[in-house]
């Protein structure tokens, strides 16, 4: 037996936990190797990954590893790259979109031709693992949230959980590609095979516990209420009735932090980490701290903070004001996405952020 791990909330849980395993492991005559041992630890590192204060986050020295990788030469090494990163995909939003450039080489019959298309994947996961993703840890007994999406690309899911402070953080992320039969899928066959692969995926989080199922698709509650379903779905119906679920219906503006798991994505910058990002660019910019100031004392009908960020709204939908720091990485990483012309950038762009003076970054 190797790699025990014992989780406690508190030093008093952690003695009594400790001394159970302790008298367990005496009573059966195991061995413990003392200077591999280590008591009640805030932050540690284990299999791969830094646990500390309630999240979980990729050990440095695995990133390390994913920095230092060589670009592939060879289908094998893709591979390697593969497993290196898919270590850490529940991570990473989108993961199966990104890699798909790189995984579409693995098939019968294809000629390895690592283009530009190959690198650009390759540079994303490294950069992606290089800015240190983090994630909640698993409480039991907190309320969960189930957000899936899908469209003729594939699925993604995102499974968040309820913090005490009120908030929902997510706890794994998960995307797949579709099968070439699941290609022709109608929309709501493929809605419905989204929350189907999910629950798959966390069954461990979810099985005898109540929760949300979060979907953009209104068609979901309706289809599986219907008296005669085709075999398919049928199958899937019998399923879901494992699980004690609510389905809530949202709209697709409100549910674009999973939509861009399962197609290719307007934003994948939109990301937790890169909010965290411009939040803390925000508080260092002149311009927007003043605005913060003001509506703090005066509450402003064009702009408002939602967790401390800023944010304008425009004809009802909630902007994210940027930072002049982070103007440009953030338009050039939405260009890059497609390789858009200016007035499709400017577009995109719009749809999701604030950025004063837009069309001289253009």
């Known amino acids: 037996m190797d790699d025990l791990l014992i989780p406690s909330n508190s030093e008093i849980e952690g003695i009594q936990k400790l001394s159970l395993v302790l008298q367990t492991a005496a009573d059966y005559g195991l061995e413990l190797n003392l200077k591999k041992c280590k008591f009640l630890q805030r932050k540690i590192e284990f299999p791969g990954y830094i646990i500390e204060n309630g999240t979980i986050k990729p050990s440095p020295f695995k990133t390390q590893a994913v920095q230092k990788f060589p670009q592939p030469q060879n289908p094998k090494q893709i591979q390697s790259f593969l497993g290196l990163t898919g270590y850490f995909r529940k991570f990473i939003p989108n993961y199966a979109r990104i890699a798909r450039p790189l995984s579409d080489l693995l098939r019968d019959n294809i000629a390895f031709n690592f283009g530009p298309e190959q690198v650009a994947a390759f540079q994303e996961l490294k950069n992606i693992l290089s800015h240190n993703p983090v994630l909640h840890v698993f409480q039991q007994g907190y309320p969960l949230e189930l957000h899936t999406d899908a469209c003729s690309l594939g699925f993604g899911a995102v499974l968040l959980q309820k913090s005490d402070d009120g908030q929902f953080y997510p706890i794994y992320y998960f995307s797949c590609k579709s099968t070439v039969q699941q290609e022709k899928y109608h929309s709501y066959e493929l809605e419905v095979q989204a929350v189907i692969e999910a ?63 399962s197609r290719h994505p307007i934003l994948v910058i939109s990301s937790n980490d890169i909010t965290q990002k411009v939040k803390n660019a925000q508080d260092q910019d002149e311009f927007i701290s003043k605005i913060k100031s003001m ?34 990485e953030i338009v050039l990483k939405i260009h890059s996405q497609g390789h858009f012309a200016s007035q499709k950038t400017e577009s995109l762009v719009s749809r999701e952020f604030y950025i004063p003076q837009f069309k001289k970054l253009v």
């Open 199 to 261: 629950l798959k995926k966390f069954k461990n989080y979810l099985l005898g516990t109540k929760f949300k199922i979060i979907t953009d698709c209104d068609a979901f509650q309706k289809t599986m209420h219907k008296k005669d379903l085709p075999a398919k779905i049928a199958r899937w119906a019998l399923m879901l009735e494992d699980f004690d679920y609510e389905v809530c219906h949202r709209s697709g503006r409100q549910m674009k932090h999973v939509d861009a798991l």
């Open 295 to 328: 509506i703090e004392s005066t509450p402003s009908n064009e702009f408002f903070l939602k967790n401390g960020i800023l944010y304008k709204l425009n004809n009802d939908t909630e902007l994210l004001v940027v930072p002049q720091m982070m103007q440009k």
